[in-house]
Nanobody, 127 residues
């Protein structure tokens, strides 16, 4: 059974940084499409950033220039480096991965594209 486990969330002051990690078990990250989503209190879950099967990257406009997604296939781990955090970044952050048999040219942003999800890690940004 595929398992995705996020870590690295926490409380940080506005302007600060955090790095989220998503470790994958029973799932090979190499050549696979993975992404980060987030859900703020009272809002729908939204796409943050993703990597397609060829390693192309995509970012939501709200995080472009501040967040960086990366993947270490040797460690089977997805990362999200978050800099210049602001209050609007407060949310539960989820790691997602597509089914092993699917290939994507371009990063999908719809939730229903992703077959596997982690439990989430909470990021709280305060003044």
């Amino acid at each position: 059974q595929v398992q995705l486990v996020e870590s690295g969330g926490g409380s940080v002051e506005a302007g600060g940084s955090l790095r989220l990690s998503c470790g994958a078990s029973r799932y090979t990250t190499s050549g696979r499409c993975m992404a980060w989503f987030r859900q703020a209190p009272g809002k729908a879950r939204e796409f943050v950033s993703g990597i397609d099967t060829d390693g192309r990257l995509k970012y939501a406009d709200s995080v472009k220039g501040r967040f960086t997604i990366s993947k270490d296939n040797a460690k089977n781990t997805l990362y999200l480096q978050m800099n210049s955090l602001n209050l609007e970044d407060t949310a539960m952050y989820y790691c997602a991965a597509t089914h092993e048999l699917r290939v994507f040219k371009g990063v999908p942003t719809r939730e229903d594209t992703f077959a596997y999800w982690g439990q989430g890690t909470l990021v709280i940004v305060s003044n």
